[in-house]
């Protein structure tokens, strides 16, 4: 069976709705009047206090009558389809995980029904999805086929979701706009956060609908998560932003009551998360029974109307079980007792809504099983076609790392021989500024937030304040030129900023945002390299994310101390699809971030500050259009006794050191390679055979720092050409302190540098 039948079995858009009593008698469903559509409810208006939470419905029996009206009879037969195709492929997966011919299984087991639900009132290709690993009954919904989830299961290379990437149960769809999901719990929230904030933006700028990805309207996004998610830190941010921007995002806290072993009441303060959220601005707060398909309808329509008609975000805080353990790596007979697992059993969606049908006289049992008949024959169809699929051959394991479309070290970013200087010399913080007021003139797309970065927020102080524009002036004044709509803060929050640039780029925006200290970068660690830098290639190639981070770093600011002097670049080069660029004068920071915001890759963009207004690495404009490619590092000395590679504020000091020790008969060449990731390899090859002498010097500690790889790799590769051992100058193993002799002592000088030469020369 082809994958256009598997759709067709699934969703019966045509041949559900019997026409005639024989059709009907044929299909299994009980002769009768059809009953009432259910009418779509209208959104409740914007909320100046929030409504209180409704009870969760109580677990109904399928022999109660109901008192509201049921959808049409070819809704609810397939709404009943899917689930119990959710719940069969499930069972085939875990069936398959026994025989040991795939690797991997985590369930949607007891999800099924307000998942349908959501997949019924939301639209494929026009909305935007961020689920989580329990959703396979919302993927089935919106169109995602049996075939696929198998290709996922078995690691195929034609699985849509991540072409043999990531574990199954990862829902990614590009067509469906099924955005890449991770394994960390809760990073997809502000990802979301961002998504539905490109849309929010290209409202405020008519321009960007053209340019973004698949704008609408009235789209909405859609973020589903665990209850045991909501107790990360960026559940709380993504509401934050979400309610403080009135975004139009629809969340879905599928709470089940355990994360793996720990219960919902170990979990939340007071066991109920909803009631912890309820004072959110502008957020329409429902709770429903999830495991009821037709609750859950009402209240998923509700929801999505209200984010349609631009209220604001909606959680809808749906209760249902976990009728198999968290997956077959765990066993939950360890900590859950017979009782509680039967209890749950009751409230078995899959069952209790077939049930329901036929009480409702919808269908009779022989069709019932008719659908079960046919759905259980194309699990056992697609499992078979997946399981002779092939997997990714292993030539491809480092595909799409980076762009395979944009090539950032090609001599199409080389214009270095060409520029032509004009007007006064600025500074690095000058040719920063410069380049991102011509860059954002040139793209519309391109955002610039983060904090502080804005020169006034609250705009009727704009004509009587200077403005802050950063707090080292680095995005000063284009807030007032291009508006707040391009150019605006954040809240306090890294993992804020960089999960929701995630988003945005995702659609099509070009975030270009600002950590304001690299010591506070580690709250936004996760998004950085679990996200921002693997979205590429854990979705191959189907998603991306082009951010650039700019990062003020570095010490040799007196006061600095601990926490304003951190370097540490050796955490980040380290991470495959993340480009890393550390300039060392005005001139190369203008072109390479002309060069970084032009590219197709995520880019960590880091801004010595010490270095922002020296007089020493001034430089006249280069142009609009100046660019240095990546990779490609400068020789800034020539020499012929020593070679010193090295970058950011350790430059100066080498040329210090270099000048000093000319006057003893040493002559020392100096390369600064401008990017660490991609470094250029060939220029440290050159200068290493010309002098065979070499040291490497940075401000990261000695230990596991940047120049340890470099060092290694001279060794290991240009060993013959070598007269002495390579020498590192670095930071002490220690943390900048903040009385100036300890930090004098602690980062590298130039007068540790002339020793080191001297040392070499004499080897």
């Known amino acids: 069976m082809n994958d256009t039948k598997v759709l067709k079995l699934v969703r019966k858009t045509d041949s559900t709705e019997p026409e005639t009593p024989e059709q009907e008698a044929e ?5 009768g009047p059809t009953s009432v559509p259910m009418k779509p409810a209208a959104a409740p208006e914007p909320q100046r206090s929030i409504p209180k939470p409704v009870a969760a419905t109580a677990p109904q029996r399928a022999a109660e009558p109901r008192t509201q009206d049921l959808p049409d009879r070819k809704l609810l037969i397939e709404m009943y389809r899917t689930m119990y195709l959710s719940r069969r492929i499930d069972d085939k997966e875990i069936q398959l995980k026994g025989q040991n011919k795939i690797f991997f299984q985590i369930s949607g087991a007891g999800h099924e029904a307000v998942l349908v639900a959501a997949g019924v009132v939301l639209k494929p290709g026009y909305d935007w999805f961020y689920p989580y690993y329990r959703d396979r009954a919302l993927c089935l919904q919106l169109g995602m086929t049996p075939l696929e989830m198998f290709l996922s299961a078995v690691g195929a290379e034609a699985d849509p979701n ?31 956060v961002g998504c539905a904030e490109a849309t929010y933006r290209s409202t405020l700028m008519k321009e960007l609908q053209k340019l973004i990805g698949s704008f609408h309207d009235d789209e909405v996004t859609y973020v589903s998560l665990g209850d045991g998610t909501s107790s990360e830190g960026e559940f709380w941010e993504a509401l934050n932003t979400a309610s403080n921007l009135k975004l139009p995002v629809v969340f879905l806290l599928e709470d089940n009551g355990y994360a793996i072993s720990v219960p919902v009441e170990v979990q939340t303060a007071g066991g109920d998360v909803s009631k912890l959220v309820q004072n959110f601005p502008s957020l329409y ?86 659908i079960k008949d046919e759905v259980d024959a194309l699990v056992t169809d697609a499992a078979d076609k997946a399981l002779a699929s092939p997997q990714p051959a292993k030539e491809t394991a480092t595909d799409f790392v980076f762009s395979p479309d944009i090539d950032p070290t090609a001599k199409q970013f080389d214009t270095e021989d060409a520029v032509q200087l004009s007007g006064n010399a600025g500074t690095v913080v000058d040719l920063i500024n410069r380049c991102l007021d011509t860059e954002m003139a040139r793209d519309p797309r391109i955002v610039v937030f983060g904090e502080d970065v804005a020169d006034c927020s609250r705009e009727q102080y704009l004509e009587t304040v200077k403005g802050k524009g950063g707090v080292f002036k680095v995005t000063a004044n284009l807030q007032r030129k291009y508006g707040s709509a391009r150019v605006f803060n954040s809240p306090l929050a890294e993992a804020n900023i960089v999960g929701r640039a995630i988003g945005m780029a995702t659609r099509g925006l070009k975030p270009v945002v600002e950590i304001q200290f690299f010591d506070y970068i580690w709250p936004a660690m996760h998004q950085i390299r679990n996200e921002l830098a693997l979205l590429r290639w ?30 540490g670049v050796s955490t980040f080069t380290q991470i495959p699809g993340l480009r890393v660029v550390y300039p060392s004068n005005a001139l190369d920071a203008n072109g390479l971030l002309r060069t970084s915001i032009r590219c197709d890759d995520p880019v960590l963009f880091l801004e010595h500050k010490h270095l922002y207004r020296q007089a020493y690495n001034k430089s006249q404009y280069p142009g609009e259009d100046f660019k240095i490619p990546l990779g490609k590092a400068k020789k800034v000395r020539e020499g012929t006794d020593i070679s010193i590679i090295t970058y950011g504020a350790l430059v100066q000091r080498s040329i210090v050191a270099a000048k000093q020790m000319e006057q003893e008969g040493v002559s ?57 051992p390579v020498k590192r100058v ?26 080191a030469i001297a040392e070499l020369k004499a080897y």
């Open 285 to 370: 707060l429902q709770r429903c029974d999830g495991t009821d398909p037709i609750a859950s309808l009402e209240t998923m329509r509700r929801a999505v109307d209200y984010c349609r008609q631009r209220k604001g975000p909606a959680l809808v805080h749906a209760k249902v079980i976990r009728p198999y353990s968290h997956s077959l790596s765990d066993d939950e007979k360890l900590y859950r007792p017979d009782e509680e697992r039967a209890s749950d059993a009751e409230r078995d969606p899959v069952k209790r809504f077939g049930a329901l049908l036929i009480d409702e006289g919808v269908i009779d049992q022989n069709g019932l099983q008719r």
């Open 538 to 567: 854990r979705s191959g190639n189907e998603w991306k994310a082009p951010v650039v981070l700019r990062v003020p770093i570095g010490g040799y600011l007196k006061g600095g101390a601990v926490y304003h002097s951190q370097s």
């Open 27 to 31: 299909m299994g469903m009980a002769p």
């Open 162 to 192: 991540s072409h043999g990437r990531q574990m199954p149960s990862h829902w990614g769809h590009k067509k469906l706009n099924i955005v890449s999901q991770s394994s960390p719990t809760g990073t997809q929230l502000l990802q979301a």
């Open 668 to 724: 020392v060449e100096i390369v600064d390679l401008r990017s660490l990731l991609p470094y250029d390899w060939n220029a440290i090859a050159e200068t290493v055979k010309k002098t065979s002498r070499v040291i490497v010097a940075h401000e990261d500690s000695l230990s596991f720092g940047f120049g340890a790889e470099i060092a290694a790799r001279i060794g290991d590769e240009l060993f013959e050409y070598l007269d002495a």
């Open 730 to 755: 670095c930071a002490l193993d220690t943390f900048v302190a903040y009385a100036p002799q300890l930090e004098d002592a602690i980062l590298p000088q130039a007068l540790d540098v002339a020793k």
